[in-house]
T-cell receptor
Framework: GQNIDQPTEMTATEGAIVQINCTYQ??????LFWYQQHAGEAPTFLSY??LDGLEEKGRFSSFLSRSKGYSYLLLKELQMKDSASYLC??????????WGAGTKLIIKP | IAGITQAPTSQILAAGRRMTLRCTQD?????MYWYRQDLGLGLRLIHY???????GKGEVPDGYSVSRANTDDFPLTLASAVPSQTSVYFC??????????????FGAGSRLTVL
């Protein structure tokens, strides 16, 4: 079957760095997405990886290893506004998205 | 402002009643989707439409129906609501070009409670 695993909750300190991991199993693979979702709001797109390696976008970076079925989202210089859920989603061979349950990130001062 | 509008924002509904959640986008996106989001679970696809006039079933279609009469509108109907349909419903759209960079834009969500 198809499956996405990511931690349920993580806590980090303002100004620090946090890495949110995601492992996936899909029938075929057409890329890995990360979305941010603040409480009570809609998910918003953060990043997309289809090739192995690191994609950097400001304070946020996303990494993909296709051979390991693994991705992570790296958040640097954490700010209180980064408190949110981070959703990992893999696109299968039919271009359908398989979603993880999300990682709730709590930032403490 | 370009985007997706969902209505209602929230609704409490008696079991057995019929309910339509509305979704309108002004980005001229080809593809539209309805997801439900429940605590502890990932977003689950209910129905989708790759282009106006076509619809398809997602992962959890039972008890729901959709229509896509034009590019902009994609209503979701619960013919006879049941308590297990209590959830937050998100409408989304994308360019639908079936490339891997098929980024979704989400509406603000509709919180539905079925009693």
């Amino acid at each position: 079957g198809q499956n996405i695993d990511q931690p349920t909750e993580m806590t980090a300190t303002e100004g620090a760095i946090v890495q949110i991991n995601c492992t996936y199993q899909t029938s075929g693979f057409n890329g890995l997405f990360w979305y941010q979702q603040h409480a009570g709001e809609a998910p918003t797109f953060l990043s997309y990886n289809v090739l192995d390696g690191l994609e950097e976008k400001g304070r946020f970076s996303s990494f993909l290893s296709r051979s390991k079925g693994y991705s992570y989202l790296l958040l640097k210089e954490l700010q209180m506004k980064d408190s949110a859920s981070y959703l990992c989603a893999a696109m299968d061979s039919n271009y359908q998205l398989i979603w993880g349950a999300g990682t709730k990130l709590i930032i403490k001062p | 402002i370009a985007g997706i509008t969902q209505a209602p924002t929230s609704q409490i509904l008696a079991a057995g009643r019929r309910m339509t959640l509305r979704c309108t986008q002004d980005m001229r996106h080809n593809a539209m989707y309805w997801y439900r989001q429940d605590l502890g679970l990932g977003l689950r696809l209910i129905h989708y439409s790759n282009t106006a006039g076509t619809t398809g079933k997602g992962e959890v279609p039972d008890g729901y129906s959709v229509s896509r009469a034009n590019t902009d509108d994609f209503p979701l109907t619960l013919a006879s609501a049941v308590p297990s349909q209590t959830s937050v419903y998100f409408c989304a759209s994308s360019g639908g070009d079936n490339s891997g960079a098929n980024v979704l834009t989400f509406g603000a969500g509709s919180r539905l409670t079925v009693l």
